[in-house]
Each structure stands twice: as C-alpha cells, then as structure tokens.
C-alpha cells in the first residue's frame, strides 16, 4: 500500500529545503525533476531569445 501511496503523491522540491530525511529513491526523483525543469526553462529562454532576435530583426529594417 505505500508502494501506491508514494505513486499518487507529487513530488515537490523546495529549494534549501533540508535533505537528510530523503531516501535515495526520493533523492533520484527529485533530481530527475529537476532535470526535467531545467530543460523546460531553457527552452523557454530559447523561445524567447528567438522571439526578440526575430523582433530585433523586424524593427532594424
């Protein structure tokens, strides 16, 4: 039954928070979240860099 209670659960990170009570499972979560956003914020800054050099471009004519 924990097995299905850990699955429903989110995992959430603080940043700071403490990390001496985590398991490694939960230490492999968290980093895997972590990855996974790392990855959406850099393609949100490479929107947005793409976006104003197409802006840049535009208004340079």
């Known amino acids: ?3 299905d ?3 429903r ?4 990170h603080e ?3 403490a990390l001496d009570a985590l398991s490694l499972d939960d230490l492999d979560r968290r980093i895997a979240l972590l ?10 800054r490479k929107a947005k860099q793409a976006a ?3 802006a840049d471009a535009f208004f340079r004519r």
Do not use: T, Y
């Open 9 to 12: 659960r989110p995992v959430i």
């Open 1 to 3: 039954m924990r097995d």
């Open 15 to 17: 940043i700071g928070q």
């Open 5 to 7: 209670e850990d699955r």
């Open 35 to 44: 990855h996974a956003e790392i990855e959406r914020l850099e393609a949100a």
């Open 52 to 54: 104003l050099g197409a």
